[in-house]
């Protein structure tokens, strides 16, 4: 698109979104949300930013590297968690058994280990939105 | 000039002539030992070490493997000359008759008991006792010459390699089948020689070669399922399927007793060419190659008739000595199959001769006189069967000519195949005077022939009367309508004499047409062999008792028959008695006289309607069936009438068997219908769980 | 330790998977290596977890510690292990097929697609095989269906495009109605962890008695979707004739059994064999497995394309464990995992085998294999032995599937399903013999009489070889799977 107006206020919006996504996600133990939401938040400000700039411009600043690394890196976060569990106790995702600090409810740092998974599958979710986005796009102007 | 003298024979006729004189001797030996003739006492008493090699446990299975190593061997020197080749599996084939040999004591024991407990989950086990070792002596006696004259026929064909390998499997599957000591054994080795058989048969690769093997193949693996599902049963009903008496359980199971047994001889019989499944046996034989139609006609047909014996002596007798008269109820079973198996076997004596009357390819007549006499051998189980207590006679006339049908029966086709190597003629029509060109051939001709009708002095003629005996027991002593089957008898005998007077005539005798002026007859291994056989033929035939001493009786002795009945009848039975000699004048006789009426009013070529052939009637309302189902799926525009399958038009009708028929109606089923159930797959779903729904709800 | 194994194959599983894309595209040998070296390690732990469980005992792994109540379980008893165990050993054997199968539409970027795809398919049938809970089972299903068609359709060409599309319609249909199954049980009992379901519906059978059985019709007709059971097998022909040879050989061995095995822990664990008696259920099965073998083959004999007949012949031998598992006696639950284990082998050679033949002469059509037997023996051999063992030749295990399956029959008085066992026999000879005969008999194109070596790859022949000295070693000395198919079927109480 190659409206001015488009172009400035969109520039304007997009850290709001996704500032507002990453609320979302790390108070997902606390308020309704969490990863998933707070990922698709962050994933549909990119697609804002794909269709108001072009799939060029996007692809430089998010590009297929980035999404690699960000989709592996997600679950991998989600599933070093996890096994941590196993090293400290016994069991997979374990949360209170394995000592994680449980902190008082309704507190930003509480709940353990379920604000590091949410920010695991945040960033998961919010790259395979993009990843999606962008090949579709990409197979349509073939 | 030094000129050198024209070689009339080859290296190999030396060697295998040598090898067949040592094998004679040893033979002879061994025989007139065990015997007592010529002052020569027990071989195996005065040599220990052959007596402890016979005791060897591991024998069985190393009877079985020599054959398949020496075919692996083989194929390693396929590469090289022919000659090495051939030395590989003669030698092979040689050291399985004397391993067989020496097996004599411990199958005179009762033999040894080798089990591998857990293969293929219920355990295999070998054994070799009376029974096995007849048959395993002509087998492998049959199988050496065999092979000797398979090195010059095979000359002229190609791909002889395959050909010698897939021959020692079927060797080493037919050896299998012999010395298994239970069911499951038995059917292992019985799929494993139908399937390395077919190679022998479609070796040719012609048309023809493609559509009998097919037909062949079919057949036998529809025999092997029938002896699956007996097996089956016998195991839920009886659990132990060893080659023991199992009347006991089986009579406890009511009328499941006569489901096994009918799909054990159904299984068997399809093996063994008997009717009404004997329809691949007369195409199978002319495609295939002289020496594999030698043996699919002399040992694997006996198989059959081996395997029926053996399971009905087996599991439907009583034990040994438990029984004491005739009139026991635990023969009721075997009286009511035996009376079943005889009147088979009488079919299939007289559809055989009748037919092999008409046909004027020689071996396609050979083919149907081994059916004929294949129902001779079924006959004769049937006695051993009906008559229980008193079926002696019947088990010896029936295992007695198995041993000379394979015999003559060999001879014959290799008769055929050296007329063929020589002439590249099969239809007897059009030979004649080949006495002149190939003397040895006409010589050993004439002695199989006169075998096979059952002239004294020949080894026929023994079988023939102790059969002969057996059939009028059977009237005797039970139901009175096996009168007409001596009747029967008679006249299918005079029907074979007939049918190879004619043989002889139009071969051998009469004019040579010219083409065959020229041929130059060379003796080589084909010619060794044929006289081996005939040389045993004339054995037998003048010394018919030892065999009878040395291999049958033993083997009487060990079935549950009446001892006095095999001490008054059967030991020390003189063939040459005026009674028996003098039936065979009026056979004779009768044999000359249709053979005149036939020459004079053309009763040889006679046309058989089509639909008077044997699939055609058997398949018949499945035939209308599928028409029927073709019609009502398509209306009017049923294909079968168009031009793609034309294969279903009715003048092509009879040529097409029930198989194609079958395969175009699923081409035809599949095109219509798949494309729709592809893509009707939500309909399908919601159909299903509706019914399945109303089907709980209701029931 | 031991008790953590499971979890650190599903870890190690899925970290791979998704470590495999950082490889820069040039150093695609570590990925092959790599993933080589994790499924070794795990095929190891899976053997030790068999031996284990076999030893001292089943155990359970509770998620974070939580009771089965709240919290996701993992049985761990000598059924899972066994099947676990398969599944891995055939999936390490047709990986290292297909990484010498570069031809056959595999685009080079695609390979590393194909072994990520390949290590999540895994990681989901080991979940779907350990879960003792009804909903994680459906998300395992749907993970596992959504790689099965990526993994099949992994060729870009137009006309794959309807199939895969129609296979991923049908496959959601079968999840959902799974899903609508375990939503109806969770209604009446509360829970999804199969015990307490069991538990649950034996209390409320005779309560509420339509939810139950709706419950249980739309479970076993959406597993049967799945599994590829008679008049629900469509989308499974087109899928063979699109996908890769390995694709085609890990979707109808391993992927359509693991289907039934949830449908084998769904009947007897979750209902519970009282209660499927009295809907009939077993007579149900034993009906549609006789029909769906009859059918299978009559429809393989009339196809051209070699892969749509073994589409076919598939759905024919699934027939046969269906016919199994409705016989609903151990006897027969034995035979039918037997049948898991055999048709797994002689499927797997024979897909791979006819890939040999399409990677040298790109041969698909039945009718073009004349003499192919003399160029290419080795991959002939072992299809001819393989099919011998569908058609029912003893040594090979195919034999001792319907033998012991005709035996079971008959014990459990339902005498008549011998004759189809039979008539199954013929109709696989009537389509697989042309081929074999064909192939041997008769005139190759270039009309070469010595026997010449196959021109494949050793990395393609070996597991040809290797799985055929499977299919005789089991045929003829089955008690080596029958000891271990013993103690996974005394699991389950008749």
Redesign the interface.
Known sequence: MNDIIVKSITRLVIPFLQLYGIYIILHGHISPGGGFSGGALIGSSLILYTLVFGVDRAQKKFSHRVS??A??GG??LY?FV??L??AL???????K?AGFPLGELGSLLSGGIIPVLMIGIGIKVASTMITLFHVLIQEESQ | MFQPKYKWYDNFTTLTGGLIILGAIILVYVLAGLNGSFGLNNPFERFTMLKTLSEFKWMPLLIIFTPAVGGGIQLFFSRKTCYSRDTVVIVMSFSTILMTLLMYPTALDGGQLLSFPGFLGLGLSLKVDMLSLVMLLITSILWFLVMVYAHAYMIKEKRCNRFFFFMALTYSSVLGTLVSADLLTMFLFFEMMTITSYMLVTHGQKEESYSAGYNYIFMGLLGGFAIFVALVLMVVYVGDLSFTSAIVALQATGSIRYWIIGLLVMGFGIKAGMAPVHVWLPRAHPVAPTPASALLSGIMIKVGAYGVLRVATSYYFPVKNTVDSRFDPIWLTSETIGFSIIWLGMITMAIGVFLALQQSNIKRMLAYHSISQMGYIVMGIGVALYLGYYGAMGFAGSLYHIINHALFKSLLFMVAGSVYLHTRENDMYKLGGLWRKLPLSATVALIAALGISGIPLFNGFVSKTILHHGIVEAYEYGHASFRYAEWIFIVISAGTVCSFIKLYYYVFLGKMPDIYKSIKPKLNSLDVSMAAIAMMILFIGLNPSLILDLFIIPELRVISYDPQFINTYIVGMSVFTVSDMSIMVPIVILGFLIFIAGTKFHLFHLKLPGWLRIEYIFFYPSFHLMRGACRLLYGDQCPIDKKEYFKMDIKHNYDVGFLDRFVVLSHMFDKRFEKKIINSDALIYTILITLVIIIMMFV | MI??LP??NL?LL??TA??I??FKKQRFMVTLILSFVVLFIVWLSALYLLYHVNTTGAFY?????YSPTIGLELLINPFSALFTFFVITLLMIIFIYSTADASDGIHEREYGRYYILMFILLFAMFGIIYTNDLFNTYVFMEILSITTCAIISIKRKKKNYAAAFRYVMLNEMGSLSYLFGVALLYMVTGYTNIELVFQGVQDVWVIYPTNIIIAAIFMIVGLGLKAAIFPLHIWLPDAHSAAPSSSSAILSAIVVKVYLIILVKVLFSVFGITIIEALHIPSLLMVIGAVGIVMGSFFAIAQHDIKRMLGYSSVAQIGYIVLGIGLASSLGLRIAFYHVFSHGIMKSVLFLSVGAVIYQRNLRKVTAYNGIGYMMPLSIGMFTLAALGMIGIPLTSGFISKFNLGIAALDGGQGIYIIILVVSGILNAIYYLPIIIAAFLRENPENQIYVSKDKVPLLMIMPILILGAFIVIIGVYPAIIFDLVDSAVSTFSF
Do not use: D, H, K, M
């Open positions: 690699e690394i989709e592996s679950i991998l599933l996890g096994a569990g196993i106790t016994g069991n997979f995702l374990s949360n058994a | 008790e953590q979890i650190i870890i899925l970290t998704l470590v894309p950082l792994y509770r998620f974070g510690g």
